[in-house]
């Protein structure tokens, strides 16, 4: 079963009057433990792209399937839950919680999905520590520097 499944996928948007077609007829398929880049000019549908590979939107047509889930069949809630138990996102401008350290940061994600604070606290050292950041784990984010964060970001990420 494929991790990711795309057929036909379209998503339009409207911005006043146009009608933006920002994905046209995707077919994609990517496997479990298969390493994938997206790159591309701006304006051309990455991130649109990667909004229905997060469940962060719907496909306007085509179908979705994440972890063998059709995505469109999903409430927001159960999005929601897949989100938390499947994907791990980095973002553009990271989305840290500037009032928590870079070690709650890394929790949080842990926490929501119910860990204990002695779990989330061992998870989240280990992969700051892969990101080499484990010294920084005490920092809030306006502490540390932009590629700093990134790391966080992505140590989140993978937490999850």
Same mark, same amino acid.
């Given at each position: 079963m494929a991790l990711i499944e795309m057929e036909n996928v379209t998503k339009n948007y409207r911005l006043g009057e146009t009608l933006?077609?920002?994905?046209? &007829?995707?077919?994609?398929?990517?496997? $479990?433990?298969?390493?994938?880049?997206?790159? &591309?000019?701006?304006?051309?549908?990455? $991130?649109?792209?990667?909004?229905l590979i997060g469940a962060i939107d719907e496909p306007t047509t085509g179908k979705l399937t994440i972890a063998g889930k059709d995505v469109r069949t999903l409430t927001d809630n159960q999005k929601s839950i897949h989100r938390n138990n499947t994907i791990g996102f980095v973002f553009q401008g990271f989305n840290l919680v500037p009032v928590l350290s870079a070690l709650e940061n890394v929790m949080l994600p842990l926490q929501i999905k119910g860990a204990s604070a002695a779990e989330a606290r061992k998870q989240a050292m280990a992969r700051l520590e892969e990101v080499g950041l484990s010294d920084l784990a005490g920092n809030r984010p306006a502490k540390m520097?932009?590629?700093?964060?990134?790391r966080v970001s992505i140590a989140r990420a993978l937490v999850t």
């Amino acid at each position: 079963m494929a991790l990711i499944e795309m057929e036909n996928v379209t998503k339009n948007y409207r911005l006043g009057e146009t009608l933006v077609h920002a994905l046209r &007829g995707i077919d994609l398929k990517i496997d $479990t433990s298969e390493f994938v880049s997206i790159w &591309g000019p701006s304006g051309s549908g990455k $991130t649109t792209l990667l909004n229905l590979i997060g469940a962060i939107d719907e496909p306007t047509t085509g179908k979705l399937t994440i972890a063998g889930k059709d995505v469109r069949t999903l409430t927001d809630n159960q999005k929601s839950i897949h989100r938390n138990n499947t994907i791990g996102f980095v973002f553009q401008g990271f989305n840290l919680v500037p009032v928590l350290s870079a070690l709650e940061n890394v929790m949080l994600p842990l926490q929501i999905k119910g860990a204990s604070a002695a779990e989330a606290r061992k998870q989240a050292m280990a992969r700051l520590e892969e990101v080499g950041l484990s010294d920084l784990a005490g920092n809030r984010p306006a502490k540390m520097s932009g590629g700093q964060q990134q790391r966080v970001s992505i140590a989140r990420a993978l937490v999850t």
